[in-house]
């Protein structure tokens, strides 16, 4: 996905930390960031890192507020409906980019009441089995889903969730037929996908890496384009011959559409120059995750990339929400 991570960026967050001008026209008050999750997942998470090292380095008040419901629509809706001065922002998953496919209507045009600001953190995920299945690697499963149609499992957090996406992409590239296991969330799907009662699972790392390094499940591929330094010695989709395959689990901030482009480029540097210090990015290393992203026009590319992509998926499978 993203791989701009240089030295010469990371020299330039940290002159941008240490020159208080540039945020001199923002933040004017305090700031609400609202994450349309509960508390404690990765997106609260990061969202509550950024407002804290904002705070910091602008000495103005950073508050997140969390609005669950309705597949995330609940707190994208109140941003949308914001003022748009920088104030009030969002923090959210790449179901914005699937939200527009997953339903008839929603309360808010994502590509006119909502502008991208910037990537937050992002992962890939990584394709697991149960370490006495007899798939040592991606090939092998696949070979197995082309041999017998219709008999391998893949377990997913829910319909419409990401590992949804990757299990659909996964069989479109492979020309697998393969059958789409849905759970009430992750956790449930990972407990299954461990004790074999599904054969596979597209899971996140932080949750598939303990149980990786303990020999209970076996990694198999990862979704990016490139390996992850999180399981460097497992490869890609790509590198079994499968093209133009990447699953990207992301989180972006995002401001009401109106917000003058100037005010953007100032809270994206603001932001990426808080994700670029040491501490947050060991933070998120740690369970697989990059911290930060490219500039504000290159991640409206991908954002835009992103609900092309997932939109035509979900439109070709029939796939709905839970």
Do not use: C
């Not at 540097?269 to 930060?292: M, N, S």
């Amino acid at each position: 996905m993203f791989r701009l991570h240089s030295a010469l960026g990371t020299a330039l967050a940290v002159l941008m930390l240490g020159q208080p001008a540039i945020a001199a026209d923002w933040p004017t008050g305090t700031v609400t960031i609202i994450v349309p999750y509960t508390p404690g997942n990765i997106t609260d998470i990061a969202a509550r890192i950024v407002a804290q090292k904002l705070q910091e380095s602008t000495g103005q008040s950073f508050i997140v507020e969390n609005k669950p419901g309705a597949s995330t629509q609940i707190g994208t809706a109140e941003v949308a409906r914001a003022e748009p001065d920088g104030q009030t922002l969002l923090i959210t998953g790449a179901g914005f980019a699937t939200n527009p496919a997953l339903f008839a209507e929603l309360p808010y045009d994502t590509d006119k009441d909502l502008v991208p600001v910037g990537l937050v953190v992002s992962n890939p995920l990584v394709l697991v089995t149960a370490a006495d299945k007899p798939y040592p690697d991606f090939a092998s499963l696949v070979d197995f889903a082309k041999a017998n149609p219709g008999q391998l499992t893949m377990a997913s957090g829910g319909n419409g969730t990401l590992s949804h996406m990757a299990e659909a992409l996964t069989a479109l590239v492979t020309g697998t037929e393969m059958i789409h296991v849905p759970y009430k969330g992750g956790s449930a799907a990972a407990t299954d996908t461990l004790s074999g009662h599904v054969d596979s699972m597209w899971d996140n790392p932080s949750s598939a890496m303990p149980q990786i390094e303990a020999g209970r499940i076996r990694a198999l591929a990862v979704s990016s384009a490139h390996r992850s330094d999180a399981f460097p010695d497992v490869p890609t989709v790509g590198e079994f011959g499968y093209g133009n395959f990447e699953v990207i689990n992301w989180f972006a901030m995002f401001a009401p559409g109106a917000t003058d482009p100037e005010l953007l480029d100032t809270i994206h540097d603001q932001v990426q120059a808080a994700l670029e210090q040491p501490d947050v990015q060991e933070r998120f290393a740690k369970d697989g995750v990059t911290a930060g992203g490219p500039s504000r026009s290159e991640f409206a590319a991908f954002v835009a990339s992103e609900t092309e992509k997932w939109g035509q998926i979900i439109r070709d499978n029939g796939i709905h929400a839970d």
